[in-house]
């Protein structure tokens, strides 16, 4: 199975590098399913219905989520019905579920998503896995994960824990594409963060101007989603079906030329 990891969704702009890049991509290296994190899809912060409806338009498959879930409530009318996983570590009773069955391939894929604890105050990752993971795995084939997380050191340790059930984990959430993709025990394949796909000049997706003013005046103020040239960035994943285990990434980095 060849999964296709996409970073950071931001706003219009990164719809926009979803709509023109994506397709060139699949035909070029012919990916089974399209998973990617779309906090930030709407305006940069939250998601919508219609954004969804968009991002699936364009071939994505599910969308996974993160800290900025419910910044747009209107995901509360969707996230039940729409191929969304919101962070499976969020308290009980939370809308929306912490992984979703994909059948693809005569495969059944679990699509799980966690939050980590380092500078975010969550529920911890770790217990919530271990409560989950049996039922997880009575349901699927195959498992991989999108962890949401600020702290490296939070993503990598995750990952080596969770090797043994686990094909692929890939970062998300600080929007800086790493450079240390990876198959961990000759199983798990991993980067610490898919990247952002979205404006190329700006700061994390968000307009230079009112990102450097937050920091040099430190007012709250509402960060705007930039323009122009965008890219996108994610991680090419085969997987043996029969094993379970990952057998190649790559590393993708993709801007428009005009």
């Excluded at 969308?63 to 009980?92: C, F, Q, S």
Aim: with cysteine.
């Amino acid at each position: 199975m060849r999964i296709f990891f996409i970073g950071d969704i931001v706003g219009r702009i990164g719809r926009k590098a979803v709509k023109e890049i994506l397709p060139d991509l699949q035909k070029k290296h012919g990916f089974d399913f399209v998973i990617a994190n779309g906090e930030n899809a709407a305006g940069g912060f939250g998601l919508t219905k219609l954004v969804a409806q968009e991002l699936y338009s364009y071939g994505i498959n599910c969308l996974t989520m993160g800290n900025h879930t419910w910044d747009n409530k209107d995901i509360l009318n969707i996230i039940d019905e729409y191929a969304i996983v919101r962070p499976l570590n969020y308290n009980l009773g939370s809308p929306g579920s912490g992984w979703r069955i994909f059948a693809i391939n005569n495969k059944k894929l679990a699509v799980v998503n966690f939050i980590g604890q380092v500078f975010m105050d969550n529920n911890s990752p770790f217990d919530k896995y271990e409560q989950e993971i049996a039922n997880i795995k009575k349901e699927s084939d195959l498992i991989v994960i999108d962890f949401h997380a600020e702290a490296t050191g939070e993503k990598l340790a995750f990952a080596h824990y969770v090797t043994a059930d686990v094909s692929c984990v890939v970062g998300t959430h600080t929007h800086i594409q790493t450079a240390d993709e990876k198959i961990i025990e000759q199983q798990t394949a991993y980067i610490t963060d898919l990247g952002m796909t979205g404006a190329v000049d700006s700061i994390l997706g968000m307009s230079k101007t009112s990102v450097i003013e937050r920091f040099r005046y430190q007012i709250p103020q509402r960060f705007k989603v930039a323009r122009g040239l965008y890219q996108l960035e994610g991680l090419l994943v085969d997987i043996n079906d029969t094993t379970g285990k990952a057998e190649s990434v790559l590393r993708i980095h993709q801007t428009s030329l005009k």
